[in-house]
């Protein structure tokens, strides 16, 4: 059935909508309710909240869908401060002309992602427009950051290492692909990573400051760590990892992997004495199994990337478009 205005009249076919494809998919005590608002328990500890939107398309890529990304973009947001996700609301303005099918497959990936992530779907909303099938996803996350965690992109030091939790560009050269109509077997690497940054965290490793390395890419999440914290960042290329199919991709379209953004990936600035253990950490949860240290902090400032060939190569963030709506 394809969705029209009724569907977002607030009436009999809103109701369907949301009991039909939302709450069968999301159901849990807490939405059950259908009440004006959540009441969820406190916890101790500092309240984490964040919001994003997600716009992408095509709505379904090799690897994941708008769904599976606006789950774990939030969660992954939370996580980065330290945070243990716990809720999240979700809200969907559809287009005209959207199949009711789509929204069940998306609704099915977002319950499928929540539950691997941890989080409840807690609240939620639709709104109907006229257009031509897009959907788009806003979702808001709230975790709890216990006493005694602190990571901040200001709290890099000279003296950490660089982690880096997997290969670069996987989502956004599967998303280029897809819009390109290339076939590969490129995936988009889209995933919640609790389970990593909770093992860290739970091992006492001294995480100073962590992003996840969406839009933007690796080169502009440690620009942004390097001026915020008042450090030099320096990468070493030759350890930068990429799949052997997303290197050729990069390759034949001249696309840099320091700009390509990922929706499964995490860098993590902390003390070089316990790189090792961490990176153990991270090598046996999943989504981690390819992680390696990129890098050193040290006094200075900016980043810099040590080429294959021995240069030394300044990096600032991205500028202008890079590929929108990957997100
Ligand atoms: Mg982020």
Redesign the pocket.
């Given at each position: 059935m394809k969705i029209t205005l009724a569907e977002g009249a607030g009436g009999v076919s809103t109701a369907r909508l949301i009991s039909e494809v939302f709450a069968k998919h999301f159901e849990n005590p807490i939405l059950a309710g259908m009440e004006d608002a959540a009441l969820l328990p406190a916890e101790s500890g500092r309240i984490a909240l964040t919001t994003d939107s997600f716009v992408v398309t095509p709505l379904f890529f090799r690897g994941g869908d708008i769904g599976r990304l606006a789950v774990a973009g939030t969660v992954?947001?939370l996580l980065?401060r330290g945070a243990t996700p716990r809720y999240l609301t979700a809200a969907f303005i559809i287009e005209t002309g959207t199949d009711t099918d789509t929204l069940d497959r998306i609704a099915c990936s977002m319950a499928a992602t929540a539950r691997e992530a941890g989080v409840l779907i807690v609240a939620g909303d639709t709104k109907v427009v006229e257009g031509s099938g897009q959907v788009f996803i806003n979702t808001t996350g709230v975790g709890f950051v216990p006493d005694g965690v602190e990571v901040s992109a200001s709290r890099a030091q000279a003296g950490d290492v660089v982690l880096l939790s997997g290969t670069l560009g996987d989502h956004h050269a599967a998303l280029l692909s897809a819009r390109m109509g290339i076939e590969n077997q490129i995936e988009s690497d889209a995933a919640p990573l609790t389970a990593m940054v909770q093992a860290l965290l739970s091992a006492g490793i001294h995480l100073h400051a962590m992003?996840?390395v969406?839009r933007g890419g690796l080169g502009t999440v440690l620009a942004e760590i390097a001026e915020a914290s008042s450090v030099q960042i320096e990468l070493e290329e030759d350890a930068l990892p990429m799949t052997p199919a997303v290197k050729s991709f990069c390759g034949l379209l001249g696309l840099s992997p320091l700009y390509m953004g990922n929706e499964g990936k995490l860098i993590a600035l902390l003390p070089a004495e316990e790189a090792e253990p961490a990176l153990e950490i991270v090598r046996s949860s999943p989504y981690g199994e390819n992680a390696t240290v990129i890098g050193t902090v040290t006094a200075g400032e900016g980043v810099t990337l040590r080429t294959a060939l021995g240069g030394i190569r300044r990096i600032g963030p991205l500028v202008g478009e890079g590929l929108p709506r990957i997100c």
């Open positions: 992954n947001d980065m992003r996840d969406t």
